[in-house]
């Protein structure tokens, strides 16, 4: 994957992220994995199609999460993730897919972007079909987060 397909993802993420109340934002070494593991943690799959196809996962800690809806509710205290919660941290996705998308086509590259489904669960494993997976590590106060990101470009086989 190449870094210019990569760069908008990593931006967006940390463009919303910071905008949705995480002061300090520190990106860590990235690096490949063939499958993301989810161990308590919480999944947001979405997929991506047009001149550039795959999947993005963002995954973070329950911790992280409820801080995050918190955040994007007012900051009303988020005991659990409920309905509404999983709406947010949907709506999140979207966010920074959406960013993502418009910082690609500025690039050249035009995408759509699918639905947001959520994971959760104790043991929860995401894989590709011959494809690897970079993860984008992402520190902050309020918990970790990773960009896991699985993407070809139209012409790669």
């Known amino acids: 994957m190449r870094a210019e397909l990569i760069n908008p993802f990593v931006k967006a993420n ?3 992220i910071s905008m949705m109340g995480a002061t300090e934002l520190n990106q860590k070494n990235s690096y490949l994995v063939k499958e993301v593991t989810l161990k308590d943690d919480i999944g947001i799959v979405i ?5 550039i196809r795959g999947q993005v996962v963002l995954s973070f800690q329950e911790s992280f999460a409820k801080k995050i809806v918190s955040n994007m509710m007012g900051g009303m205290p988020v005991e659990t993730i409920d309905d509404i919660g999983k709406s947010a941290l949907s709506e999140l996705g979207n966010m920074i897919l959406g960013n993502a998308a ?5 690039n050249g590259y035009q995408i759509d972007i ?9 043991s929860v494993i995401y894989s590709t079909i011959n494809q690897q997976i970079i993860v984008v590590p992402f520190e902050t106060e309020m918990g970790n987060l990773n960009l896991n990101i699985s993407l070809k470009d139209k ?3």
């Not at 997929?47 to 001149?51: A, S």
């Not at 699918?114 to 104790?122: D, F, N, Q």
């Open 114 to 122: 699918t639905p947001p489904s959520l994971l959760s669960g104790e």
């Open 155 to 157: 012409d790669e086989k």
């Open 47 to 51: 997929g991506v199609t047009g001149e």
């Open 102 to 106: 418009t910082g690609l086509f500025e």
């Open 14 to 16: 940390t463009s919303v």
